[in-house]
């Protein structure tokens, strides 16, 4: 590029020099100065062939200083690999480091969610017993209760369904339950059932026996059952 360069110039002021050789040639002819032109034509040939030699030098030159200008050529593009390499270096580092963020995070909301979990399942673990519940039923109204028994009537409502359950199959100690019926998707819970129950203590309620009795118990919201 360089060596193309250099020929360009000089050839331009060669023919620079021989258009002004013309020119002076025809003016000195006009005038019959005949050996003054060949004069004039002796220096114009010196020159071309100085010219000429410098070419050459030059040409010799720029064959000399290739490997220089391939070296940089060489830096340069070892210099955008480098930068590239960084490059693609720094996103895969970003990447990793958003990828890990967002492992972080799920783990976190995983663990939040557990801890969620077992805190609702914990608050059920009040310790209330039948008798607390019919001994003091002001006093714990609205506390949350965890049972099992057994069904031993259902009563089928509109949009959720009342059973009584004697605890731990004990039919001195019968609760009223209430479900709604939305949470009954694997089935209706049946006579004779046995189930496991969490939910909240309301209040008492009071119904008559098939004698004509009247009976209070405690009546409990039920959040979730198991059979």
């Known amino acids: 590029m360089a060596k193309e360069k250099v020929l360009k110039i000089v050839k331009s002021k060669t023919f620079l ?5 013309i020119l002076g040639g025809s003016i000195m002819s006009d005038s ?17 062939a100085e010219k000429d030699s410098k070419i050459e030098e030059l040409e010799a030159k720029v064959e000399e200083a290739k490997p220089w200008f391939d070296m940089k050529e060489e830096e340069r593009k070892a210099e955008e690999a480098r930068i590239a390499e960084e ?16 492992r972080l995070a799920e783990e976190k909301k995983k663990a939040e969610e557990e801890a969620k979990k077992q805190a609702e399942a914990q608050k059920y673990e009040t310790g209330l017993t039948y008798e607390d519940l019919a001994r003091n039923p002001s006093q714990h109204m609205l506390k949350y209760v965890k049972f099992e028994g057994k069904i031993i009537q259902v009563m089928k409502g509109d949009g959720y369904t009342q059973y009584r359950m004697a605890i731990n199959d004990d039919y001195d100690k019968v ?5 709604s019926n939305d949470k009954l998707v694997n089935g209706n819970i049946l006579e004779d059932d046995y189930i496991y129950i969490k939910g909240q203590f309301l209040m008492e309620q009071t119904y008559k026996t098939v ?3 009247e009976m209070t118990i405690p009546a409990i919201v039920v959040d979730e059952f198991s059979f």
């Open 17 to 21: 020099g021989i258009v002004c050789f």
């Open 32 to 48: 019959g100065s005949v050996l003054e032109l060949e004069e004039s034509v002796k220096v114009l040939n010196q020159e071309v």
């Open 87 to 102: 490059k693609a270096k720094k996103e895969a580092e970003e990447k990793a480091k958003a990828e890990e963020e967002a």
């Open 175 to 179: 609760v009223l339950i209430e479900i």
């Open 211 to 213: 004698l004509g009795a």
